[in-house]
């Protein structure tokens, strides 16, 4: 008899976010909570200041991934 686990069954995936702020802006305890919940969770949060930031994380996450 072949099993499959649920693992099996599902395609792989990632969940990749990028918080954009501005320079000097703190995090909010939303947004705290919700970077521990994508973590925690397997997930990439990453937080950037300003386009040129940006541009080069999602280059460094296209990289990785």
């Known amino acids: ?4 686990s ?3 069954a599902l ?3 990632i969940s990749i976010n990028i918080e954009v702020k501005r ?3 703190p995090q909010l305890p939303s947004q705290k909570e919700y970077e ?6 397997g997930g ?5 200041r300003g386009w040129e930031e ?3 994380k999602m280059g460094e996450l ?3 991934f």
């Not at 521990?36 to 969770?41: E, I, M, T």
């Open 54 to 56: 940006f541009q080069v």
């Open 23 to 25: 320079p000097g802006e």
């Open 62 to 64: 296209v990289a990785r």
């Open 11 to 13: 395609p792989i995936w």
């Open 1 to 4: 008899l072949n099993t499959l």
């Open 36 to 41: 521990a919940y994508v973590k925690r969770n």
């Open 44 to 48: 990439v949060y990453e937080i950037v």
């Open 6 to 8: 649920l693992h099996d």
